[in-house]
């Protein structure tokens, strides 16, 4: 009984494995103190998140940025609101600057006699509204009255004026301190405003020294081909007319399958007797360009017409300036050189809205020499059934 008494005494521990025992138990401790922390950081969390329970002001404070080097000086108070300066206060506080009202007006040319008003939203400044911007436009524009109102193509809408109050109008407007203006571009409305007398009239009045009278356009159609008379249409003739009345340099933009290149065509005729063609077109059109001309161009041959393809197609090779050259604008580019050294009677750029497209890189080069070959050319003659944005082509109309 002595012996089985001993085997249950209690075990003896060692200094070191006592040590071990009791950082576990530290250890165990701290643990389920770190676990007990978060579960009270949840209610508390849920608590506050109750819409019946308010939140504590602490939660909803929000401190300010503090740079990473602070003055030795500056010292933090446990209360947050302590630390919050009358400078930072005063940020928080102060409501935001309204934006000054303010719009733009444009001014665009809708017909031979007349022009528009349209106030649109200014960049950056407060849009008072169409109704306001209306009102405000009849209060200063006292001195013009308005022929009436339209809806232009963007949707807005627009007070018409007559081109004679032009220049009333555009005075009034810069009397105003709180509109922006942008006016029709002085060559554009030189040039209408010259050939809006001829639409007053009812009958057309040259006005620039390469325009023709009636009578020189009527003996210029007589040299046209009784064929060629006949199959044009009646809006044809009046594009050709037209045409003609302005030297040869006008803009052709009817729709595709309209004949525009027939009337370019029949325009280049009456002057061929000037010296040859130059007809600038996209590489795909050239062979179209070709038969056009052989079938509906007065006394022209298949070998009055050349194509270029490539330098070997050069007309400086040749002994002599054919009567009329078809070319690409990729092609004008490379020969632009040896282009420029001809002398051209008439000029047709035929998709003409390519000029101001700017897709590729290397457009860039073919628009500077068409530009280059038409400041050369005193009759030019524009082909586009594509609309285009006001400013197309500045030598159309000078």
């Not at 494995?17 to 103190?33: D, H």
């Not at 608590?47 to 080097?69: A, G, M």
Request: glycine share 4%; hydrophobic share 35%.
């Amino acid at each position: 009984m002595a012996e089985e008494h001993s085997s249950l005494s209690p075990i003896q521990l060692t200094e070191e494995q006592r040590l071990r025992a009791e950082a576990n138990r530290v250890r165990a401790l701290a643990k389920r103190k770190s676990i007990l922390d978060q579960q009270l950081q949840r209610q508390q969390l849920q608590h506050s998140t109750d819409p019946q329970v308010p939140n504590p002001f602490w939660r909803l404070f929000k401190c300010r940025k503090l740079s990473s080097e602070l003055p030795s000086h500056h010292s933090f108070s446990s209360n947050p609101i302590n630390n919050l300066s009358t400078t930072d206060a005063s940020i928080v506080h102060k409501p935001e600057t309204p934006l000054p009202e303010r719009f733009r007006v444009r001014l665009e040319i809708c017909s031979p006699n007349s022009f528009s008003v349209t106030p649109e939203p200014a960049p950056g400044f407060l849009y008072p509204g169409e109704a306001e911007c209306f009102h405000k436009l009849e209060n200063w524009l006292s001195n013009a009255m308005p022929t009436h109102y339209t809806q232009i193509s963007d949707g807005l809408k627009a007070s018409v004026y007559e081109l004679k109050d032009y220049d009333v109008v555009l005075k009034c407007l810069k009397n105003s301190n709180c509109i922006e203006i942008e006016e029709v571009p002085w060559t554009t409305y030189n040039v209408v405003m010259k050939l809006s007398h001829s639409f007053a009239v009812g009958r057309w009045i040259p006005c620039r020294p390469e325009h023709l009278s009636d009578e020189k356009v009527e003996e210029l159609m007589k040299k046209l081909p009784k064929k060629l008379l006949n199959t044009l249409l009646p809006f044809q003739l009046d594009g050709i007319k037209f045409g003609l009345q302005r030297g040869g340099r006008c803009l052709i933009a009817d729709e595709m399958g309209l004949g525009k290149t027939l009337q370019a065509i029949s325009i280049a005729s009456c002057f061929a007797s000037e010296g040859s063609i130059l007809v600038v077109c996209p590489a795909i059109l050239r062979y179209a360009w070709a038969e056009e001309l052989e079938r509906w161009f007065p006394y022209c041959l298949p070998a009055d017409i050349h194509l270029v393809f490539s330098h070997q197609n050069n007309p400086a090779h040749l002994p002599r300036c054919p009567k009329i050259v078809v070319i690409s604008y990729t092609m004008l580019h490379h020969l632009r050189k040896s282009m420029l050294e001809f002398e051209w009677a008439v000029l047709i750029v035929d998709e003409s809205h390519h000029v101001r497209c700017l897709k590729k890189k290397s457009e860039s080069g073919e628009i500077k020499a068409v530009l280059d070959v038409a400041t050369k050319v005193k009759r030019i003659i524009l082909l586009s059934g594509t609309p285009f944005c006001q400013g197309h082509l500045t030598f159309s109309i000078r």
